[in-house]
Nanobody, 125 residues
Framework: QVQLVESGGGVMPPGASLRLSCAAS????????IGWFRQAPGKEREGLAV????????NYADSVKGRFTISRDNAKNTVYLQMDNLKREDTALYSC??????????????????WGQGTQVTVSS
């Protein structure tokens, strides 16, 4: 059974950097995509960045391009989200999710059937 566990969230001041981790287990698929999403109170879930397991191809939302970086460590079955120059509007619950197959890298949350519980990121001075 696929399990995704996020970690690394916390309270950070504006301008700080933070790296989130998504540890995956129970994966039996040869090709898959893992993505990072966030949801702020009262807002829809937003896709941020996704990456393929096989060759590390990525896709980013325009809203975070150049400020967030997704990466993977296949040896550790872990996907990271490096967030730089954090802003108050980055405050949200950050979750990782997985979908099978790697030909398409969607940023829509509805395309991902497997989800972690999320880790809270709060940007506040």
């Amino acid at each position: 059974q696929v399990q995704l566990v996020e970690s690394g969230g916390g309270v950070m001041p504006p301008g700080a950097s933070l790296r989130l981790s998504c540890a995956a287990s129970g994966i039996t698929f040869e090709y898959y995509v893992i993505g990072w999403f966030r949801q702020a109170p009262g807002k829809e879930r937003e896709g941020l960045a996704v990456i393929t397991n096989s060759d590390g191809v990525t896709n980013y939302a325009d809203s975070v391009k150049g400020r967030f970086t997704i990466s993977r460590d296949n040896a550790k079955n872990t996907v990271y989200l490096q967030m730089d120059n954090l802003k108050r509007e980055d405050t949200a619950l950050y979750s990782c999710a997985l979908r099978v197959g790697a030909r398409w890298l969607p940023l829509s949350a509805s395309e991902y059937p497997y989800w972690g519980q999320g880790t809270q990121v709060t940007v506040s001075s």
